[in-house]
């Protein structure tokens, strides 16, 4: 998978389109594909910990989304890595506001 290397990860965290359409693709698909999904947006915003990436899925609800699949029938892999992004994400839109 592309996000899992370094220069996939800044390649999809540098394309608004890229994200955003990762995070509008969330729960319109298989379980499998949305497990994918977490995953991209996963290793873009919280492994990378990559700003960029972090605003466009903001500004794209991404956070809602994800907490909305955490609470669906999804793998335990996508519970296991949607804390640490909420808890990341959150904290980015804190300071951002803040500053």
């Keep these: 998978m592309v996000?899992?290397?370094t220069?996939?990860?800044t390649?999809?965290?540098?394309?608004?389109?890229?994200v955003t359409a990762v995070v509008h693709r969330l729960m319109k698909v298989s379980l499998a594909v949305t497990d994918q999904g977490i995953g991209v947006i996963w290793s873009s915003c919280y492994m990378s910990r990559d700003r960029m990436a972090q605003e466009f899925a903001m500004r794209?609800?991404?956070?809602?989304?994800v907490l909305l699949?955490?609470?669906?029938?999804?793998f335990e892999t996508v519970r296991q890595i949607g804390v640490p992004f909420i808890i990341a994400t959150k904290n980015c839109k804190i300071k951002s506001s803040n500053s």
């Design 7 to 9: 220069e996939g990860r």
């Design 69 to 74: 699949v955490m609470q669906s029938n999804c």
């Design 60 to 65: 794209n609800n991404g956070l809602t989304k």
């Design 3 to 5: 996000s899992t290397c």
């Design 11 to 18: 390649t999809i965290s540098k394309d608004e389109n890229c």
